[in-house]
Structure formats: C-alpha cells, structure tokens
C-alpha cells in the first residue's frame, strides 16, 4: 500500500523501475512518447534531474568521442600538460576550478566555440590534430540539438510561449556555453572507502547534459537531502537542471545537487555539455511564470554571476549572494 501511494507521485517510474525495485530511481524520459512534456516538468519539479532515452544523437558521435577522449587521456602527462593549466579551460589534473578544489579527475575544459578548440590543441594532436576536434564539433552539435528540444518541451510543458523562450539562449552565436570531458582513473587502493572524483555542486548554466561509459559514480542528493547513486547508461543522457534555470522558473525547478565519487577498478569517462546564455542576458523570473508572485532574486546577469560563481569553492552556495532574502 504504501509503495503504491509513492509510486502515484512520480509517474515517470516505469514499469522496469517498479520490477527492479528502483523506487526512488531516477525519472525517465521517453522523447519519442507524446506525454514527455508533462514528464519533464515533474521531474525538474521533483528532483532536477532525469534520464533521456530515445534521444537522436547518433551513437555514432558518442563512440567517436569518447574514443578520441580516451585516447587523449592515454597520451604521457607531459603531453596532455601541454593543454593546460586549466584556467579555466584547457587540460586540469585533480585542481577543479581556482579556489582550492581538488577531485580524482583529470579533464578537458573548452569553450564550444570551436576556434578556440583547433588552436589551442593544435600542439596536443600533433600527427592528426583534426580527428578529437572533428569529433567534438559533430558531437557537441547533435547535442545542442537535442538540448533544445528539451527545453522546447520544457516550455510547452510550462505552457509559456513562445517555445524557444529558453532554447534560443543556446543557439545565440553569443551563448557562453561550455564543454567537459572528464576522466576518473581507478583508484585501487580505495578498498571500501569513498574518494571524492568530483565534489558535490550545483551547475551554474541553465542546463547540463552529461554522457558517461558504464562505469557508476555520478550521484544526486534528493530534496530530502540524501544522496543516490544514478547507474551508469552509457547508451542514455542525463539532464541536470542548473542554477540559472532555477532563477527563471523562480524556484519552481531546483539546481540538482550532485557529485562523482571514484570507482576502485573501472575508469569513469563522462563529457558535459554545459547550455549557457550570452554573457549580457539578464537572468531574472520568466514573467509568464510569475503570476503576480514576486522574485525570489535580485536582478543580474549571466556575466555578473560567472564572475562570482568562478571565485567559489565548489560546494558553495553560488545563488545565495543574488537572493532577495536569503532562502
Ligand atoms: C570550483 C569551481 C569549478 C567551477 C568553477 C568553480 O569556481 C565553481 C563552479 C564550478 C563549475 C561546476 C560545473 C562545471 O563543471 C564548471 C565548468 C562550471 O561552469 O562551474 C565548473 C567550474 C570549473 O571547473 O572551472
Ligand atoms: O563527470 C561527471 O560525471 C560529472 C561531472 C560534473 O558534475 C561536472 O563536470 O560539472
Ligand atoms: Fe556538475
């Protein structure tokens, strides 16, 4: 009885879900079925975060890429160094941002504006310096792609209008978006013990869209403050809401808290895309969202934000400073 009671709450838990006993298992997106509009509203509503299948990237792309980032991450360090330091984009080896973080995790961070990717890793791919650039550009492309649907239903499913209200900050030539591949060596001193890969956070942008090979790891803290792990799909993409988008729907979507702990055997490969705005784009309520309410945020910009999201430590609470009352 009580199992049922739950289960009419979220019914995004499929059948498949209720067989393996995932109860408090991670909403699932169906893009191809008529009613993923709905879905998708009560699952950023309830947890900030699901699954998306039937989702168009060609698999493809994904193998392509994840081929060429485990080659990159193959390479001698002295090879890899020479993409970085991390600052913040280029090569970082276990420092995460500026400001003291540290995970067991080396990574590739870039802007998605490709100029930027052919000559700064010109020197790295030196005998075929197109083949991880090629991929990245196909990749990064289809996902954009799909990104924007989702938030097109998104908008349809919140019933504002018109639909691209937020898929068009994405598509803007001036969208501040970002890209991460990020590699977890196996870490096989670590017994039982939990080593942090990537330290709990929320994403500033307005959505992030992650892939990973079939190695766990990734885990979100539910509204209850607890933490589940999200197995592993590498065939799949999960979608986390991110800080931005929890100003535009004032509260009514909540950034997702997650984190990486280490694997002892297995590496984790994931890459990110992480949908930003312009930097001039206001941030603020969607007006058709407020009904008469009032904003929980003071008035700022995209740029405004980054430039104090990237002076904080990663478990900080980045939206604190722009609350109206603290929360
Ligand atoms: C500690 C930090 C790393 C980060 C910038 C920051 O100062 C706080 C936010 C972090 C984060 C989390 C999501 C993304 O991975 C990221 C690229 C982003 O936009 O914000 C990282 C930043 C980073 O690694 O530079
Ligand atoms: O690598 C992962 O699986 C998640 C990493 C992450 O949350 C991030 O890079 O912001
Ligand atoms: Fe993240």
Redesign the pocket.
């Known amino acids: 009885m009580v199992v049922l009671s739950k289960l009419e709450h979220f019914p995004y838990l499929n059948k498949n879900c209720i067989a393996n006993n995932l109860l408090y298992g991670i909403p699932l997106i169906d893009l191809s079925k008529p009613d993923s509009k709905q879905l998708i509203v009560k699952a950023c509503e309830d947890f900030g975060f699901f699954k998306v299948i039937n989702h168009g990237v060609p698999m493809d792309f994904i193998r392509r890429l994840e081929s060429e980032a485990i080659k990159f991450f193959s390479l001698p360090l002295s090879e890899k160094e020479k993409a970085g330091p991390?600052n913040?984009f280029g090569y970082?080896n276990k420092q995460?941002?500026?400001?003291?973080?540290i995970g067991w995790v080396e990574?590739l961070?870039l802007t998605t504006n490709s100029e930027f990717i052919s000559e700064s890793f010109k020197s790295v791919f030196g005998d075929n310096p197109d083949k991880l650039r090629l991929a990245l550009n196909d990749y990064i492309l289809a996902v954009r792609k799909m990104t924007c649907e989702i938030l097109e239903l998104m908008a349809e499913g919140l019933k504002i209008q018109p639909k691209n209200v937020l898929s068009k900050l994405l598509m803007d030539e001036q969208s501040d978006s970002?890209f991460?591949l990020n590699h977890y060596p196996p870490c096989p001193e670590l017994g039982s013990e939990n080593l942090i890969g990537?330290g709990e956070?929320?994403?500033?942008?307005i959505i992030?869209v992650l892939r990973s090979n079939n190695t766990s790891g990734l885990q979100i803290s539910l509204r209850d403050g607890s933490w589940i792990s999200v197995p592993p799909d590498q065939d799949s993409f999960f979608i986390n809401v991110g800080d931005s988008l929890q100003v535009m729907t004032n509260r009514r979507f909540q950034s997702v808290k997650h984190r990486v702990l280490a694997n002892s055997l297995k590496s984790r490969v994931s890459m990110?895309y992480?949908g930003?705005p312009p930097l001039c784009e206001k941030i603020a309520p969607l007006p058709c969202l407020m009904e008469g309410e009032e904003s929980f945020y003071k008035e700022f910009t995209w740029f405004e934000y980054?430039k104090s999201?990237?002076?904080?430590?990663?478990s900080?609470n980045?939206l604190g400073h722009f609350e109206k009352i603290a929360a």
């Open positions: 991390a913040p970082g995460i941002g500026e400001n003291g973080d990574y961070l970002v991460r990537f956070h929320t994403d500033p942008q992030s990110i992480f930003g980054k999201a990237y002076k904080s430590r990663l900080d980045r």
